[in-house]
């Protein structure tokens, strides 16, 4: 069946520094992809997403490109801020529409 | 826009006895509602898919005579834990799909976090 993987975490950086999170996928058809974010306590949040090939999603700041030809979704943001704290999670949508979640990645930003 | 809201946040019962959590969708019709459990650092696993007004459908592994799911209306879905066991302890997590089929866009409640002692 479909799946995600994305690196293990945590991810520690500091304040300003560049932040990449990969995520890779095996799907049968042609998926949408999704980076969602969960803050301390709160709910799942959609970052951003895509749904074709070549796509890029982005919001606030944060960016990610649906290449085809290497499987991948990686979450890239150019200055990390401590309040991006959260742990982030790499999905698709499968035929049914139902998400396929990656393990999660924790971000750790420090001042 | 597209809250929404899950009831209680928390809650600890003792084992053998059952918890009802509800899902609501506070500003949209949802007519697919999600049911999803988080163990502690790994991912959602999907439990359940509801829509309103016709039974659940239950990935494989999960006992549906244990996770009773009731999806009353476009607004309310019930996920009912009968006959809790230490094990169920975990993080449920509902989410709803918007009626408007352009999207698909599922919105995500806060959780509950349910702990059988």
């Given at each position: 069946g479909d799946s995600v993987t994305q690196m293990e975490g945590p991810v520690t950086l500091s304040e300003e520094a560049f932040l990449t999170i990969n995520c890779t996928y095996t799907a049968t058809g042609y998926p949408s992809l999704f980076w969602y974010v969960q803050y301390p306590g709160e709910g799942l949040q959609l970052l951003l997403k895509a749904t074709k090939a070549d796509d890029k999603g982005s919001n606030k700041g944060f960016e990610a490109t649906y290449r085809k030809e290497t499987t991948s979704f990686h979450l890239e943001k150019g200055s990390v801020q401590v309040s991006d704290s959260a742990v982030y999670f790499?999905?698709?949508s499968d035929p049914a529409q139902k998400l396929v979640f990656g393990t999660g990645t924790r971000l750790l930003v420090s001042p | 826009g597209a809250v929404v809201s899950q009831h209680p946040s928390w809650v600890i019962c003792k084992s053998?006895?059952?918890?009802?959590?509800?899902?609501?969708?506070?500003?949209?019709?949802?007519?697919?509602?999600?049911?999803?459990?988080?163990?502690?650092?790994?991912?959602?696993?999907?439990?359940a898919t509801s829509n309103e007004g016709s039974k659940a459908t239950y990935e494989q592994g999960v006992e549906k005579d244990k996770f009773l799911i009731n999806h009353a209306s476009l607004t309310l879905s019930t996920l009912t834990v009968t006959s809790a066991h230490p094990e169920d302890s975990s993080f449920y997590i509902c989410s709803a799909r918007s009626s408007d089929r352009a999207t698909y866009e599922q919105y995500f409640g806060p959780g509950t976090r349910l702990t059988v002692t």
């Open positions: 790499c999905a698709l | 053998g006895t059952s918890v009802k959590i509800e899902c609501r969708s506070l500003d949209f019709q949802a007519t697919t509602m999600f049911w999803y459990r988080q163990f502690p650092k790994q991912s959602l696993m999907l439990m």
